[in-house]
Nanobody
């Protein structure tokens, strides 16, 4: 089984930055498409970013493009989400996810999920 554990969430003022981490076990992140999703209260889970396992190509939602950066450290088996210029609308629970077959933006292709970490951006 693959286990994903997110960390790094917390409270931040608008315009600030946070870096989320996703530590994986049971399988190397180098062989999985690794994604970040988020879910705000009362809203559906939303795609944020993904990094493709074999090419390290990245894809971002329009709402975070230019502000967020997904990266990974294969040696540490960890995926990161650097979040800059945070806005109150970024407030959500952020989830790390892993897929062995697809780097699509839909949550259904991801087989493994972390427990989530809360990000709250104050105005």
């Amino acid at each position: 089984q693959v286990q994903l554990v997110e960390s790094g969430g917390g409270l931040v003022q608008a315009g600030g930055s946070l870096r989320l981490s996703c530590a994986a076990s049971g399988r190397t992140v180098s062989n999985m498409h690794m994604g970040w999703f988020r879910q705000a209260p009362g809203k559906e889970r939303e795609f944020v970013a993904v990094i493709v396992w074999n090419t390290n190509n990245t894809n971002y939602s329009d709402s975070v493009k230019g502000r967020f950066t997904i990266s990974k450290d294969n040696a540490k088996n960890t995926v990161y989400l650097q979040m800059n210029s945070l806005k109150p609308e970024d407030t959500a629970v952020y989830y790390c996810a892993a897929s062995g077959v697809s780097a699509a933006t839909t949550s259904n292709v991801y087989d493994y999920w972390g427990q989530g970490t809360q990000v709250t951006v104050s105005s």
